[in-house]
């Protein structure tokens, strides 16, 4: 195989593994607008279009709802309609659900106190290894002590 197409095939290669990504990405959640949700939540029993579940996100402003035909379309609300629109969906005894926040783990912050105290360890066996034994009257080092 000559080298000019070996490298136009791993090129291609290449480039096949980079698109791969964008192509298997999941398609997006459909969105719809507020009035289309208000509309949604007032319909008939009978309709398709009928909300009959709601998970509210109040973090976020946004609401994932369920629709009687299957459908779950997200849609974003005004931070100021908040109260308006969970009591419009509970009057028409609309299955709410919040979401959780996410609960935040510190382990990082435990990772860090334990390298802090065994730094600190290390820092006092240094210290004490460091600072040697106090001199002894008896020692080769020190001078003789002057005879009166």
């Known amino acids: 195989m000559p080298r000019t197409a ?6 291609a290669f290449a480039a096949l593994l980079a698109l791969a990504p ?7 959640a459909p969105n719809e607008s507020y009035a289309t949700l208000l509309t949604q939540i007032d319909a008939k029993a009978g309709s398709g279009n009928r909300v009959i579940a709601a998970t509210l996100d109040k973090a976020d402003h946004h609401v994932r709802v369920t629709l009687a035909d299957g459908a ?3 849609v ?10 969970v009591d419009t ?8 659900v919040y979401t959780k926040p996410p609960t935040v783990h510190h382990t990082l912050r435990y990772v860090a106190a334990g390298v802090v105290a065994v730094l600190l360890l ?14 002894s009257p008896n020692s080769p080092d020190t001078p003789p002590a002057p005879a009166a």
């Open 76 to 85: 974003r609300y005004p931070p100021s309609d908040d109260r308006f629109l």
């Open 6 to 11: 070996l490298r136009s095939l791993c090129l």
């Open 89 to 96: 969906l509970l009057h028409h005894h609309v299955n709410v």
């Open 122 to 135: 290390i820092g006092a066996g240094v210290w004490f290894y460091t600072r040697g034994r106090p001199d």
């Open 72 to 74: 779950r379309p997200l």
């Open 22 to 28: 964008v192509a298997l990405a999941a398609a997006p």
